[in-house]
């Protein structure tokens, strides 16, 4: 079992950046593929990033393609969601999953361990 615990969120401004941390529980951090995902109030989850165990592979939404950047340290068992430019349209909780599968996805469904989830709240 994979303990998930995000962190970095929190109230900036239209433009500003933030960049999300999560770590992982297990050594085995490194055999996972990971994604993060955002939930605005009212609507439901959508992708937002995913990276290959090796980092090699990214794959990005189309919404945050350009102002976000996700990234991996195997040594720290963490991944990082670095968001740039960012528009009060990116307010959600974010949470990062870990998905044991081969290769990465864009779809939820695919992912077996969550985090809690962290808030960032974009003000114009």
């Known amino acids: 079992q994979v303990q998930l615990v995000e962190s970095g969120g929190g109230l900036v401004q239209a433009g500003d950046f933030l960049r999300l941390s999560c770590v992982a529980s297990e050594d085995t951090f490194s055999n996972y593929n990971m994604g993060w995902f955002r939930q605005a109030a009212g609507k439901e989850r959508e992708f937002v990033a995913a990276i290959y165990w090796m980092g090699t592979v990214t794959n990005y939404a189309d919404s945050v393609k350009g102002r976000f950047t996700i990234s991996r340290d195997n040594a720290k068992n963490t991944v990082y969601l670095q968001m740039n430019s960012l528009k009060p349209e990116d307010t959600a909780v974010y949470y990062c999953?870990?998905?044991?599968?081969?290769?990465?996805?864009?779809?939820?469904?695919?992912?077996?361990?969550w985090g809690q989830g962290t808030q960032v709240t974009v003000s114009s």
């Open positions: 999953a870990a998905r044991k599968g081969l290769g990465i996805s864009r779809h939820q469904e695919e992912y077996d361990y």
